[in-house]
């Protein structure tokens, strides 16, 4: 799928999708307490 032709949706879907998957990945080392500490999470909590 070229870039030009996503929609608007396409694209928060897949940027969603990518925030959850690095989310996941990152749990076990520790992420989720350090973003806390940063004030960057708040999707999802």
Request: hydrophobic content about 40%; proline content about 4%.
């Amino acid at each position: 799928m070229q870039p030009e032709k996503m929609t608007k949706q396409q694209i928060q879907e897949q940027v969603d999708r990518a925030f959850n998957d690095t989310f996941t990945l990152l749990l076990p080392l520790g992420v989720k307490e350090v973003l806390k500490q940063a004030n960057i999470v708040t999707m999802n909590q």
